[in-house]
């Protein structure tokens, strides 16, 4: 999956995470807002968390986790924004259920 280790030691992630930002970087397959400090994606952590939801509920749930993930390093509130509205529309779509 990723280029990342796990470690009790935080200056090994420290050195993994510093050495990653200047070699994985990549706009069309790696983009930095995409990757953590330590080098692991957004899609990695969909993919571990998604569980079994499909279709358009999985569709949603991704891209909530993928705004919340990328903010901080790409459009800030307008990916919250995107977060929730993405949120409200699984929410909606839980509900029809119910």
């Known amino acids: 999956m990723g280029n990342y280790k ?6 090994s992630w ?7 930002e200047t070699e994985i970087y ?3 397959t790696k983009p930095k807002h995409y990757q953590g400090k ?3 994606e957004a899609l990695e952590v969909v993919k571990n968390f998604i569980w079994d939801l499909a279709g358009e ?3 949603y749930w991704g891209n909530v986790i993928k705004y919340l993930l990328r903010f ?3 459009n800030g509130v307008e990916d919250l924004k995107k977060a929730r509205q993405n949120l409200d ?3 909606e779509d839980m509900e029809e259920v119910e």
């Not at 796990?6 to 200056?11: G, I, M, V, W, Y």
């Not at 420290?14 to 990653?20: C, V």
């Open 6 to 11: 796990f470690s009790a030691d935080l200056e």
């Open 89 to 91: 529309w699984l929410i």
């Open 26 to 28: 990549d706009n069309v």
């Open 57 to 59: 509920r999985a569709y």
């Open 38 to 40: 330590y080098g692991m």
């Open 72 to 74: 901080q390093q790409k």
């Open 14 to 20: 420290k050195l993994l995470g510093n050495k990653m």
